[in-house]
């Protein structure tokens, strides 16, 4: 006979390439923690590899051991960790998330079924938000990252963006530069792009002097 039983997970090893977690029962009849099981196997879903994040004031990941399986004292086969209740909470019918777990699950993969949605998002060192966004729904596509933005759009054009506003814009064959261009390397040169009158315009080119293009810079 099987039984199935909620367990509280702790630290995990690899044990011939298998992970392995020690478990403990939740709370007895008396109301004291007790730990039966030492270390059991971990079963996942297929494609799919995961270890509990190790328990801290906030809580700890728990599972379901599944006593009497063959050659084995006890194995999981599924958890959860409630201390990432903000990530099921907003799960919409139908939506799918795949998920670091514990106390800094910033890093995940998100199915948005509704808005036909596919998302990576994690965040930076200075704690913002990193994303990449497949918009099914609005034919986009984004990266948004450090206060800048590429964008992918089927009726908008192409677009990036730096932290400034500044960037360029791609549509209908046109190309619209709002940033400063330097073009060649990255070190500049006593060299300007120079501007004038085309040949044939009322004055002449030679009796107007050239200016220097604003904006753009030439680098060897």
């Known amino acids: 006979m099987t039984d199935l039983n909620l367990v509280t997970l702790g630290a995990t090893k690899l044990v011939n390439g298998v992970p ?3 478990a403990s029962s939740a709370i007895t009849n008396e109301g004291e923690d007790v730990e039966p099981y030492g270390d059991i196997e971990m079963i996942s879903q297929l494609g799919v590899s995961a270890v509990a994040a190790a328990a801290d004031d906030a809580g700890q990941a728990q599972g379901i051991a599944c006593e009497g399986v063959s050659g084995t004292n ?3 086969i599924g958890g959860i960790d409630r201390r990432n209740a903000s990530i099921y909470g907003n799960l919409k019918p139908g939506d799918t998330c795949l998920h670091a777990t514990g106390p800094k699950a910033v890093a ?3 199915m948005k079924a509704e808005k036909r949605q596919a998302i990576l998002a994690t965040k930076g060192s200075d704690d913002t938000q990193i994303l990449v966004v497949l918009d099914g729904k609005n034919d986009k596509i984004q990266i948004t990252a450090f206060g800048a933005i590429l964008e992918l759009s089927k009726k908008g054009g192409w677009s990036c963006f730096d932290d400034t506003g ?3 814009h791609l549509s209908d064959g046109t190309l619209h530069i709002t940033a400063a261009l330097h073009i060649g390397g990255l070190v500049p040169a006593p ?6 009158p085309p040949t044939g315009s009322p004055g002449g080119p030679a009796s107007v002097p050239l200016v220097a293009v604003p904006g753009i810079t030439i680098g060897l």
């Open 20 to 22: 392995v977690v020690t």
């Open 74 to 76: 006890a194995t999981c």
């Open 108 to 110: 995940m993969c998100l």
């Open 166 to 168: 500044k960037g360029w």
């Open 191 to 196: 060299t300007k792009l120079m501007m004038g």
